[in-house]
């Protein structure tokens, strides 16, 4: 082969194929997008949820929440499976070949999509089996679906950035914790009105409980207000910083 | 333009902070041919090949691949060459045969094509037994011939090998001499970086030493072992008093009370080793063994650098 004509498309979706076989290859990667939310669903539902007074069936306000979190968890993931190809060698091969550059971290990327959107298909299912009642409109619907991917997209290239600078698998997983967190410090389980001055002010600040309140008002009609833009903002932030930062980290890494 | 060389590289110059690593090396390997850079660990050998694969910038210098420079054409290099590290570069999530189409997809060969090449190098590599198992399962053996059998989908022209052989059992390292020399006669470049003289020795066209970030000598190994003086016969005696008596005879010998052995400077052949014991016999020394030592590379490493490489020193021959 002398020919040097790159194909960034054909080489994503190479990439992307490679990192669905991992998905469904991988129980960990696996569990942390579909079992885990489920546990945690049916844990909040069924035995933290008899105790909290939220005006509605606890189901009905907390799917939102676990939704968030399907996200997160789902996505997380993928700061190992960034590190793994990082310090297992097959990133200087990639490296070493006329592909284009960026397909291994958009396969990256559009991996973390497509298995947390298959996490967040099942939760779905899952809540309403609970007796989750949306009273979303097809459009409702439709902005949720593209709010979920556009989190999922914003969270997935900072996570691969993370993963990128991380000298070990531990340490990548480390960095993930944030977003692992952060959703038990949203308005995911309890309302924000409900918690002490401090505390308020960072649930009320942190990019979650905008996100969450979204959702939750596309889906249940509960007002949305100010944090419809917060939510497109935060994510907007989100995807730009953590895609400069990690094509950054990648050019420069190894080296 | 200019015909050139398969891998030119001149003035190559590299540092990690203070440590200067590469200090100006030249390397020319001419087309179809094997070159082998040959040092201990340390000496520099893993960042020349990444340097010359594309993987990090050198400080200054040139690099050509296949008449392409380096730091103007990088794509038309990488669509050229192919790389096996020190450490292995495979999929473990993924099976022997899907790594294979991985890297026939990335080189856009066509589904058919891609198939076709899978198959042929599975076959080849002894693979096709493992072909649906993780590489995670294989042997290092195993996992090296699949790490190279994905460098050669892209049927590259020019191949670096970073000690490829680093690690093996002695089997292992038998068939991938047997594949690098097939490669080679197939007229694919092949720079080979290893700290083992019998490596270099047994594979390389041309062979440079590279110390401390310099290339200490090149050349071929016979022309390498020229580079030192001839070799020498090592007479071990029973006692210090058949060595002594037999020091006394042959004049010009080196002696070594500690070790009772006497080191006489010889070419080995038959008839001086005899002419030598027969002085021996008729001055009525016993000697209780002897060993012929012809100049091997560990010499010629030991004589350019003053310190010995890592392999222990063996005697070629002993009678």
Request: glycine residues 8%.
């Amino acid at each position: 082969m002398s020919t040097a004509t790159i194909h960034p498309m054909s080489d994503s979706l190479t990439m992307l194929r490679r990192q669905l076989r991992h998905s469904v290859r991988n129980m960990s990667t696996l569990f942390n997008a579909v079992f885990f939310p489920i546990i945690m669903l049916l844990m909040f539902v069924y035995i933290f949820g008899g105790a909290f007074n939220v005006g509605v069936e606890y189901v009905q306000y907390v799917f939102p929440g676990i939704l968030t979190m399907t996200i997160a968890y789902g996505v997380s993931m993928t700061a190992i499976t960034v590190n793994n190809d990082m310090t297992q060698g097959i990133i200087d091969r990639f490296r070493t070949m006329a592909i284009s550059r960026a397909s291994v971290l958009t396969g990256h990327a559009g991996g973390a999509l497509i298995r947390t959107l298959a996490g967040v298909t099942v939760i779905t299912l899952v809540a309403l089996l609970m007796g989750f009642e949306p009273n979303a409109e097809f459009g409702e619907w439709v902005l949720a679906v593209l709010l979920s991917a556009f989190l999922i997209l914003g969270m997935a290239w900072m996570v691969i950035a993370f993963g990128l600078k991380a000298k070990t698998v531990e340490g990548a997983s480390f960095a993930a914790f944030p977003l692992l967190f952060l959703p038990f410090m949203s308005s995911a389980f309890a309302p924000a009105s409900t918690m002490p001055a401090g505390i308020r002010w960072f649930t009320d600040n942190q990019p979650f409980t905008p996100i969450i309140e979204t959702m939750r008002g596309l889906l249940t009609g509960t007002p949305i207000g100010n944090s419809g833009l917060a939510a497109v903002l935060w994510c907007t932030g989100l995807l730009l910083a953590g895609y400069a930062w990690a094509r950054r980290a990648y050019a420069t890494s190894g080296r | 333009m200019k015909i050139r060389p398969a891998i030119e590289a001149t003035g190559l110059r590299k540092s990690f902070g203070d440590k200067l690593v590469l200090d100006g090396i030249d390397i020319v390997v001419p087309a179809g041919s094997i070159y082998s850079l040959l040092g201990p660990n340390g000496a520099g050998k893993t960042t020349a090949v990444k340097i010359m694969s594309s993987l990090i910038p050198a400080d200054s210098g040139e690099v050509w691949i296949d008449g392409h420079d380096l730091a103007t054409d990088p794509n038309f290099v990488r669509a050229s060459i192919g790389v096996t590290g020190q450490f292995s570069a495979v999929d473990d999530m993924l099976t022997g045969r899907e790594n294979l189409r991985l890297m026939a997809e990335l080189n856009h060969l066509g589904k058919r094509e891609g198939r076709r090449r899978a198959e042929d190098l599975l076959e080849r590599f002894d693979l096709a037994e493992a072909a649906k198992k993780s590489p995670a399962q294989y042997s290092g053996g195993m996992r090296r011939r699949l790490d190279l059998a994905m460098t050669l989908v892209g049927d590259p022209r020019v191949i670096f090998l970073d000690e490829p052989t680093t690690g093996l059992d002695p089997r292992s390292r038998r068939t991938m001499w047997e594949i690098i020399r097939g490669l080679a006669a197939d007229g694919v470049t092949i720079f080979l970086t290893t700290q083992y003289l019998d490596e270099a020795d047994e594979l390389a066209d041309r062979i440079a030493v590279l110390d401390n970030g310099k290339l200490v000598a090149q050349g071929t190994a016979a022309q390498l072992k020229q580079l030192i003086p001839g070799g020498h016969v090592e007479l071990r005696f029973a006692d210090t008093l058949a060595l002594r008596a037999a020091a006394r005879v042959l004049d010009g010998g080196r002696v070594d009370e500690a070790a009772l052995t006497l080191q006489v400077p010889s070419d080995g052949d038959v008839a001086s080793v005899r002419a030598l014991l027969d002085r021996l016999r008729d001055a009525r020394v016993e000697n209780a063994s002897l060993a012929v030592h012809t100049p091997d590379l560990d010499d010629v490493f030991f004589a350019l650098t003053g310190h010995p490489t890592l392999d222990t020193q063996q005697e070629k021959e002993t009678v």
